[in-house]
Each structure stands twice: as C-alpha cells, then as structure tokens.
C-alpha cells in the first residue's frame, strides 16, 4: 500500500508542477479564455486552485479594453490535464475519491469561459500518530511540541512533510547534527483511515570542540589579508563545549554577513568528526572570503520639498582591527531654498523658498561607530557624534549644535533597538504655534519655550517584525514597526522638555494575479505630557508631536497639514472694535487672502490606507499603475475624543503611476483633496517699529472677546483662549481640489 501512494504522490508532482510556469499563447485558430471558475470547492479557494493549472483567463486589459495585455487561449488537451491536476491535488491532501470535470458554460466562435466541477472526495482520517525513537533523549519533549498534526486530523501529506521536516530541525537545533526522520504510511482505503509513524534517528549528542577559521583575499585585491582569524574568532559567539545547533550556526553565518567585511562566507561542520564513535566533540571550519574593506557612496536626488538633497558616506569595516565600523555621513537638502545656496533658488519650488522654516539649506554631519556584536551575536552597540539643521514644512526648524546617540540594536526574530540620545539645540516655531496650540502668546514664555539652546534627552525603544518579499515594492507579507520614546529631568532632559511618545506603523501586502497587489497600511500614535512651566500644561516640543498628510500620508492634503492649524495676518487684515469702552481686534470680513501659517499636530494621530498596484496594459515590465483611499485624522487630546476622531477621518482618494527605474520607482500620485481646510484661531503678530520692540501676538479670530488695552504705547491683549472660529473659505473648483505629489520610492 505504501509503494502504491507513492507512484501516486510522483504521479502528482509530474502533473502539478508544470502549471506554475505554463499558459497558453493563442496560436492559429484557438479560443480566447475570458474567465476559469470552480464550483464544489468548499474545502479550498478559487485562488488556491487557480495557480495549480496552465488554462488561465486573458489579461484583464485584454478582457475589458480588448486593445492592450496578453491574449490566452482555450486547448482541450491541456484542460484535462488541468482536471488531472486537481483531482491529484486533493489525493494528496487527503481526499479519496475526488472527481473534476471541465466544462464550457459560455462559447462562441471566439471565445470561451471555462469551469470546473469538483465532488470533493471523503477524507482519510489519522487513526494513530506516532514518533519513536525519542525516549532515550532529553529534549524530547521540546521536539515534539505544537508539531502540525494530532489524530483525527486529515491525511495531508504536505503537511506530514512539514511534521518531519521540523522534527529534524528541532534535534539538530538540540544537540544532534546528524539527526534523520523517516515517514511511515499505512492506509485503510475501505474505512478511510491511516496509520502515519515516524522513525526517528537522533544519532549522538554533540558538542562543539575545536573551530578552525581560515581567512583568504578575494582574487584580485592583494595578497595581505586585512582581518586576522583570532579577530573573527571574537565575534563568532559561539565557544568550544557549546551544545551544537544548527540555528547557532546559521546565526554565526548571518552575523559575519552583517559585518560587509566578507564576500563569502561558509560555517560547516568537518565531516570527518562526525564519524568518531568515542569523541562526542565535532569540529567546526569557518571559510571566509574577505571583500572590501574600505568603501565610498555617493548620491544626488530631487524632491518637492528637499529640493535638491545630496549625500556621502565613507565607511571602513575594519577600524583599528577586530571588525569594528565607522562611518561618516554628510548630507545636505533644501539647496537653492536660501543661504548659502540662493544663487540656484531655481532648484526649489517657490512654496518652499517663501516658507519661514524652510529658508535656508538643511545639513547633517555625523560618525557612527559600531562594535563587533556582543553576546552571542545578538547585540550590536553603537554610537554616533552629530550636528544637524534639520525643519519641517510650514511646521518647525530643528537647529542642533551637538548631539550624540548611543544604541544597542538586539537581534532575533523580531529585532530591537535601544536608545539614549542627548543633544543641544533648540526648536523654533512661529508665536502663533504656541499661542495655538499652548494658550501662551506674550514672547518671554515663548522664548523659554521654544527658542533657547536647551538640554534633550531621551531614551527610547523600537522593533521592526518584517516579513516582506522584498524591500522596495513587495508583494506579500508585512512589515509592522513600533516605537516608545520618553523624556524627562530622570533621563537627563531639561525641565521644559518632558514627553512620552508611542507609536506603530503597519503595512501588509497581499499578492493577487497578474502581478498586482493590494496594500493595507494602519498608522497610529499619541503622545502624552505633564509639563507645567509657566502655568503650560502638555507642552510637547513641536517635532515629537503627531503630524499627518503628504506623499506618504494622507496624500490629499500638503506636509503636516491634517489636523489642527493656525491662521495668520498681516497689518490691515483685521479690523479694530470698540464696544461698551473695550477694544477688540477681528479679522474683516473678507478673508480671502487668509491662508494656514502653520500646523500644529495634535496629541494623537491615526492614518488609514489602502491602495491597488497593478502593471499598465502599456509598457507593463516599465510602469505600474495605482488606486488608493486615504484616511487620517490629527487631533488633541482636549479637544475631540479617539472614538469621535474615528467618526471625522479625511478619506481622499487618488490614482497614481509609477516609472520602475534603477534607483526606485519613481512615483506620480493624484489625490482628490478635500473642500476645505479646518477652521482655527486667527492671530496677528505685531513686528514693532523704532518705538516698539513688538513680537506680542493677538489673536484676531471672528467673534473673540479677548479686550486689547494700550499702556505707555504699548498694546497687550487679555489673556484667555483665541476661539477657532475662522473658517476658510471653500475649494468648490474640481481641478482646486486635486494634490499632485511626487516622490522615489512606493508609498509604504
């Protein structure tokens, strides 16, 4: 009986496997497919079953616009081989029995649509599980848990592969580098049972004696080798008397890899040590093919808002010996949006070269250094010196005389970071951001909160679980990242700066024909604080604060402008009110010219995308084409709660292209924005004249009953919130509405 499912299991192979690399081309007088269904199929999806057959439908293009895609076609013979195919497939899930006809429930001269009845067969059930020759281990039980299948369970031999397969994996994981499982069947066709055993050959349990590790140059480069064997021997993490285990070893292989010291790298065991009856110790030969040691990169590139961005590096991954890196980084962007680069303002757009955060060029200049993993090759230390000028659109400028950052980076199925970053600086933001978000406009307090070199520090936490096929444009699997950061006088900050900022960022990819594919993307975030300087509670600093909108966000609204704004106007734009002896200042009624000064973020943040890619009927191998909705909201904390933000997302959808090309798909997105911006407080900053210093900020919002009173020729405001009752005016045009953006690289 054995003998016989196993002609039958080859039999299948034979028949299944060509279907994954065959279709048929239309030749001479053949039918067009337009669709293959399948009807029966309860126990699998009309997916599963449709890539396990040569007969497909046309191209959708071809289908629909009948010009552009690939034109398949109907052959008969080919369509019982697919019957074949299937009813094999379910023979070796465990179905006895199974029966498919082809038919044709649509032709004509030109074309056809194919399904395939399928009866699915009875199951044949597991009536005994077995596994010996594992008593005599120590680790049995770690080996045997959680496996697959358990009695009852249906016959699938893919499945009693996997068992096998893990079984064998877990002892050489436990000490049995010469462990083998064999796979044991015996069915009862009439009563659709089956007795499934494994025979199990642990072999000796060893360990780890001597490790030879020979170094060679790769051809060409010189004969002087650069990186001694008893450096290498440091970083292994694995020692003489160790356990022996295939994971370790596989580690062992990655983590030299990571080094880019290596263009080859080969751990084995010496064959020869296996074969000792009396010593329980095996040998282990690490082969190594050093590469380059020293290395530089350069690179140039454009975007709306960067501007013209440029960047070098120069690393050497052997610094004073023992695999240790260092790297030094300058970059530069926003070159042309002012000093010292204003001759070429060309480069910028002009939003950008009138923006007050956005004047001047953007830098960053830093060293990395990195030590050779520690403990085991699961941590990886590091630490990098920097001076940065870094700003956000129409939102914040980021000046940082110093700054270092020290990391642990934690290996492992989901890799870790660690954190401790101090640096100097200060941030700086227009007054209406702090009288905005704050309630706090007079300049003192602004000053001390936003405009004075102070003391940042912050310890922090992040893991990336990626599972994704490739990474520029995958097409399945996900990538999910995570990120806790805190700051407070206990970790060293100052006073002023006190925050605890959580957030995650998910992304899936689901793999459909055709190549195209489906993306599901979840961002979310909040950010809590208890500082009450100067009477300010939650005071956040302007770049840890939640932002959303732009190429990679909700792409209907421009950078960092979903959520809050605040409004700005200039002398002449408000009017003076007098009325039962008070002042008042309001904006006029025409506010036409009143455009958002700057976005404040919000406490919490929450984005929501979906987007279709799929190849252009046109030029397939070189464009892809795309449909997506986004969806977000920024919102604080006392203003709207997370269940009514939930009610009030933005959804702006959109149709983009991108053009595949050696550094990225370049990316061309549309997006269909919305009517109108959200409403906010109006303010009115006061520049003063010879006689004045000014720099006071008065709110000017319609209807505010915040008294202005004039003392010594100077004008203070009455303290008190500034109502957000502007609201702006409406973009009734459908070509107004529309949001281009374009960027190197997929979305998410």
């Not at 990886?380 to 005389?401: I, N």
């Not at 959520?563 to 700005?568: A, F, H, I, W």
Request: glycine fraction near 10%.
């Amino acid at each position: 009986m054995r003998w016989r499912l196993a002609w039958v299991a080859l039999a299948s192979c034979l028949c299944v496997a060509p279907a994954q690399a065959q279709q048929v081309l239309c030749e001479g007088g053949l039918r067009e497919v337009n669709s293959v269904d399948f009807r029966g199929n309860a126990t699998y999806r009309d997916d599963q079953l449709s890539v396990l057959i040569v007969t497909t439908p046309s191209t959708w293009a071809r289908r629909f616009l009948k010009v552009f895609g690939t034109r398949l076609c109907y052959d008969s013979t080919v369509v019982v081989q697919d019957a074949r195919r299937l009813a094999f497939y379910y023979l070796e899930r465990g179905f006895r029995g199974t029966r498919v006809k082809p038919e044709l429930v649509k032709q004509d001269a030109k074309s056809v649509e194919v399904r395939f009845d399928i009866e699915e067969g009875r199951p044949l059930l597991i009536d005994s599980l077995s596994v010996n020759g594992l008593d005599d281990i120590q680790v049995r039980e770690r080996v045997l848990r959680g496996l697959p299948l358990k009695l009852g369970d249906r016959m699938d031999r893919a499945l009693l592969d996997a068992m096998r397969d893990s079984i064998t994996r877990r002892l050489r994981n436990t000490g049995y580098p010469t462990a083998e499982v064999l796979r044991n069947i015996d069915t009862d066709t009439a009563a659709l049972r089956a007795k499934v055993w494994f025979e199990a050959a642990p072999g000796p349990r060893m360990k780890i004696g001597s490790i030879t590790i020979n170094v060679e140059k790769a051809r060409g480069t010189g004969d002087a080798i650069g990186v001694h064997p008893s450096r290498v021997r440091e970083t292994l993490g694995i020692d003489s008397g160790a356990v022996f285990s295939q994971r370790d070893l596989e580690g062992v292989k990655r983590g030299l890899y990571l080094t880019e010291a290596f263009q080859h790298v080969d751990v084995s065991v010496d064959s020869a040590s296996l074969v000792d009856d009396v010593d329980s110790l095996l040998t282990l030969n690490v082969n190594l093919v050093e590469g380059e040691l020293h290395g530089a990169r350069a690179a140039i590139g454009w975007g709306n808002y960067d501007c013209l961005r440029i960047q070098g590096n120069i690393a050497t991954v052997n610094f004073l010996g023992g695999l240790r890196r260092v790297d030094v980084t300058g970059r530069l962007s926003r070159i042309g949006a002012g000093d010292p680069f204003k001759f070429v303002d060309a480069l910028c757009p002009e939003s950008v070269r009138e923006d007050f955060f956005s004047g001047g060029t953007n830098y960053y200049a830093g060293a990395t250094y990195t030590q050779p993993p520690l403990f085991g090759r699961r941590a990886f230390p590091s630490l990098t010196l920097y001076s940065e000028r870094r700003s956000e659109f129409r939102t914040y400028r980021k000046s940082t005389p110093f700054g270092a950052l020290g990391s642990l980076q934690l290996g492992g199925r989901i890799p870790v970071s660690l954190s401790y970053q101090m640096e100097y600086g200060k941030t700086e933001a227009q007054p209406a951001y702090f009288c905005g978000v704050f309630n706090v406009c007079d300049r003192e307090t602004i000053d001390i909160l936003g405009n004075t070199n102070r003391r940042t520090a912050t310890v922090g936490w992040s893991a990336v679980r990626s599972t994704a096929n490739d990474i520029g444009d995958p097409s399945r699997g996900s990538v999910m990242r995570f990120e806790l950061r805190h700051a407070s006088p206990t970790v060293g900050s100052d006073t002023v700066v006190q925050f605890t900022r959580a957030s995650m960022d998910g992304a899936w990819y689901i793999g459909l024909p055709s190549d195209a594919r489906l993306v599901i993307r979840f961002r979310g975030g909040t950010v809590l604080s208890d500082n009450r300087l100067a009477g300010v509670q939650r005071f956040v600093p302007p770049q840890e604060r939640m932002y959303a909108g732009g190429p990679t966000s909700v792409r209907g609204f421009g950078p960092n402008e979903l959520g809050p704004l605040v409004y700005r106007v200039g002398p002449g734009r408000f009017a003076t009110l007098d009325s039962a002896g008070s002042t008042y200042y309001r904006t006029s009624p025409d506010s036409s010219r009143i455009r958002p000064d700057q976005p404040t973020g919000g406490d919490n943040v929450v984005v929501l995308n979906a987007e279709f890619r799929f190849r252009s009927p046109v030029y397939p191998e070189l464009l892809q084409l795309a449909a997506f909705a986004d969806a977000g909201e920024v919102w604080n904390r006392n203003s709207l709660s997370s269940r009514s933000a939930f009610t009030q997302l933005k959804v702006t959808p959109g149709v983009g292209v991108r053009v595949f090309s050696p550094i990225g798909p370049l990316r061309v997105d549309i997006a269909y924005g919305p009517r109108t911006l959200p409403g906010g407080p109006v303010y009115y900053i006061d520049q003063g004249d010879l006689t004045r210093r000014g720099g006071e900020v008065f709110c000017v919002s319609p209807g505010n009953t915040l008294a202005v009173t004039e003392t010594a020729g100077d004008f203070t405001q009455a303290a008190g919130s500034c109502p957000s009752t502007f609201e702006p005016r409406s973009q009734r045009g459908f070509f107004q509405r529309l949001r281009f953006n374009f960027s190197i690289g997929q979305a998410f």
